[in-house]
């Protein structure tokens, strides 16, 4: 037997852990039941989300996502805020391997009370992973966690969308000589509002310095519209260095977002372009439930391959089924 989906919202309102990691799980349930509870959970909630600082942290494997978090999320508790790291890896197998999988290098992080650390969603799921996040992510707030930082290694289309539903998106990097983008991924430092070139810290401390104005000159390249432009610095995760200088960046964003209403249009936009993608993704479930379509699709495509209609008047045929 399945367990009941009942979600008691006032414990998770009063910010019950237990409580919190139900809803989450009724959230990433596909079960059509489930999904309707979930909705129905996210409606009466949403009055009290919105009031969290949204993180978005990238950056190739090994660059130290999860020592600057666990860094990072013990700086804020100390400060006396509540964390939740979430995370999408849409590369995680349904088995449950999965970034923040294992929690061992956010060991202490994970032992604080403030703190709330969830893996990523298992991949396949009806509407991907990141769909999944975004609505934990509401939960989070509502529970009344006042930072949530979403991490993603990064993979396909994963950075656009975690950079969607953010406030704040930072690219970690590491110090690196090379006068090229090492591995940054064309249209990321479009993308982001600060790259943080990590593991400043010993004998790399003079070569992140380097690193800093390199991309510091490339970042002047860019062109913005916005009242932010981008900002490049450096920290030590593993020493705890600059971390506070890093949130200290993160809060100043957000107190002249909120003053000039940046951050209300982007979130806005952030919304209104969600809506769009469900959308899509309602339509393409209904084409593909829908059984004359089923039905008729492989002779459509026969004609269309074989040159004897036009891709235009299938796709009409398929859309005047619905
Ligand atoms: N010297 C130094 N080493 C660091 C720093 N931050 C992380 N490391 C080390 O770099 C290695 C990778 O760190 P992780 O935090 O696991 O990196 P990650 O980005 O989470 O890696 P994936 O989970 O594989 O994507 C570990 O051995 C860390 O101890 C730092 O600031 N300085
Ligand atoms: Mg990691």
Partial sequence: MATSPAVDVTRLLAGERRTLAKAITLI??????????????????????????????????????????????????????????????????????????????MELLSREPHAFIRPSPSAGTLGGVAHKTRETMLLCEAAGYDVVIVETVGVGQSEYEVASMVDFFLVLMLPNAGDELQGIKKGILELADALVINKADGESSNLAERTRGHYQSAVNLLHYTTFWTPRVMTCSALKHERIDAVWGMISDYRAEAERNGFLAEKRAQQNTDWMKKLLHEMLELRLSQNPQIRKLMPELERQVTAGSMTPYAAARQVVSLL
Wanted: glycine fraction near 14%; proline fraction near 5%; hydrophobic fraction near 35%.
């Fill in 28 to 105: 990433e349930s596909t079960r059509d039941d489930h999904q309707q509870a979930a909705q129905g959970l996210l409606e009466s909630v949403l009055p009290h989300t919105g009031r969290s600082v949204r993180i978005g942290i990238t950056g190739i494997p090994g660059v130290g996502k999860s020592t600057f978090i666990e860094s990072f999320g013990l700086h804020l508790v100390k400060l006396g805020k509540k964390v939740a790291v979430l995370a999408v890896d849409p590369s995680s197998p349904i088995s449950g391997g999965s970034i923040l999988g294992d929690k061992t290098r």
